[in-house]
Nanobody, 121 residues
Framework: QVQLVESGGGLVQPGGSLRLSCAAS????????MGWYRQAPGKERELVAT???????NYADSVKGRFTIFRDNSKNAVYLQMNNLKPADAAVYYC???????????????WGQGTQVTVSS
């Protein structure tokens, strides 16, 4: 198991930006695909961004063009730069290691505490 600690959330106005950070410990981080998920009240957790060990990225349609996932293997960290935030982006954001099964990504580790993102004027 890997311990995951998310940070960087907060309150931002619509159109604003935030950068989320995820620190991972206890594994050879650079070998793992990583993902950012979010969960809004009353909704299922959804995967919004992925990055492979080789640096390939993919995004949910709802965030494409606004969010950027990137990683720093020297710091065992993955980040999510979120620009042009919308009220619909408000959620608790989580990171996790990913494993690919049957063409789909699945989380590997227990969830961390997440970081709250609130988008409101």
């Amino acid at each position: 198991q890997v311990q995951l600690v998310e940070s960087g959330g907060g309150l931002v106005q619509p159109g604003g930006s935030l950068r989320l950070s995820c620190a991972a410990s206890g594994s050879i981080f650079s070998l793992n695909a990583m993902g950012w998920y979010r969960q809004a009240p009353g909704k299922e957790r959804e995967l919004v961004a992925t990055i492979t060990s080789g640096g390939s990225t993919n995004y949910a349609d709802s965030v494409k063009g606004r969010f950027t996932i990137f990683r720093d293997n020297s710091k065992n960290a993955v980040y999510l730069q979120m620009n042009n935030l919308k009220p619909a982006d408000a959620a608790v954001y989580y990171c996790n290691r990913l494993t690919r099964i049957g063409g789909n990504w699945y989380e590997v580790d227990d969830w961390g505490q997440g970081t709250q993102v609130t988008v409101s004027s």
